[in-house]
């Protein structure tokens, strides 16, 4: 259990947000269960929604087994919502135990049905050596065959900092998938949020230039040249930006790649070795960019039960999507590219 001093408290002001707060430090502000309900609007105070009037499917595993069967999703890698933001504390002492806490609380939920519901681990960055042992604990006694990170630096440090190495060193030895996830935030050191800003552009900013950042450190400052067997995937992010930021970085490193000395090969060539990118499931230009990219290196992700969501309907959007694609690639995106990256055991139907 998290100490009592620890524990992370919430507070509903008037207007309807709900604060978290851990030490006295707040990590989130925001309805939470408008954010956990697809179809909610933060633009509305009267509609907004408490946790407590959150989608069931969030917190109750049958009701998301349930939901999943309406969709027609036979597995589910799950990674969090208000988790997270405790990429904010500067404290290791919470963040080491609230992880702890959150991967057991996670684990008990996939127990529910361990064949169709598996766990990305919280790691609590802010102590790198723990975090890698929690990470090997989550994989070893949990099951969890993910972890998730976000871009954005954690205690001054980025994602490329050598004090993360025994995570990496971690994750490729137990095989653990590494899920890069952004989540808008002010709190956090956040691209974009120097400047004139609204919700609009900053989750769109965010999202998708915090991951391209955190996928040129990795490659540039050699983590993944360092760590042949890790694998990360970019979640959340759109995936259109994969095919023009490796082509990018390919042709910076024809000018600049001797500033990279740990960089063996060409970005992009370590992009098509060890990441993949999660296409939201209305984007148009999968089907064009998917053979640029690499088919086998697009999954996707449903975003469940968010808020911008896309439920139900996720699954049917995702197959008008990718329609003009052979049936061999649509079978890849739809789920034989995540069982890949994630290693999972065979499924079976939905119930």
């Not at 050191?189 to 996928?215: I, K, Y």
């Not at 042709?251 to 992009?268: H, I, R, T, V, Y």
């Not at 960019?289 to 290196?297: H, I, K, N, S, W």
Request: hydrophobic share 40%; charged share 25%; proline share 9%.
């Amino acid at each position: 259990p998290v100490p009592e001093a620890h524990r992370p408290t919430i507070h509903r002001d008037r207007h309807g947000y709900e604060h978290v707060v851990v030490d006295g430090t707040e990590i989130l502000a925001v309805p939470i269960g408008t954010l956990a309900t697809p179809g909610g609007r933060f633009s509305d105070p009267d509609a907004f929604r408490s946790l407590e009037e959150a989608l069931p499917g969030g917190s109750d595993p049958k009701a998301r087994l349930e939901d999943m069967d309406v969709e027609g999703i036979d597995q589910a890698v799950l990674f969090p919502s208000v988790g997270l933001y405790f990429w904010a504390l500067d404290d290791p002492a919470p963040a080491v135990s609230i992880a702890r806490a959150y991967n057991d609380w996670l684990a008990s939920y996939c127990a529910d049905d361990p064949r169709r519901l598996f766990g990305a681990a919280m790691l609590p960055m802010q102590d790198p050596r723990a975090a890698a042992v929690e990470l090997r604990r989550a994989h070893d006694e949990l099951g969890f065959p993910a972890a998730f990170v976000r871009p954005n630096p954690c205690c001054g440090r980025s994602l490329s900092d050598a004090a993360y190495e025994p995570v990496w060193e971690a994750a490729e030895e137990t095989g653990t998938a590494i899920g890069v996830h952004e989540g808008s935030s002010v709190i956090l050191p956040t691209l974009g949020a120097d400047r004139p800003f609204n919700p609009l552009v900053l989750h769109a900013v965010s999202h998708s230039f915090e991951e391209m950042l955190a996928c040129a450190q990795l490659i540039a400052f050699g983590v993944l040249e360092r760590h042949p067997g890790l694998r990360v995937v970019f979640l959340e992010s759109g995936g259109g930006w994969a095919p023009f930021w490796t082509e990018r970085l390919d042709e910076q490193a024809e000018s600049f790649g001797d500033f990279c000395p740990d960089m063996k090969l060409k970005p992009s060539e370590y992009f098509a070795r060890q990441c993949w990118i999660s296409f939201e499931v209305e984007e148009r230009t999968l089907p064009l960019l998917a053979p640029v990219l690499g088919t086998g290196r697009v999954v996707w992700g449903s975003d469940y039960p968010h808020h911008d969501a896309t439920f139900p309907g996720a699954v049917d959007a995702l197959r008008r999507t990718i329609a003009p694609m052979a049936e061999k690639e649509r079978a890849l995106v739809l789920g034989a590219n995540a069982a890949e990256l994630y290693r999972l055991p065979p499924g079976r139907a939905p119930r």
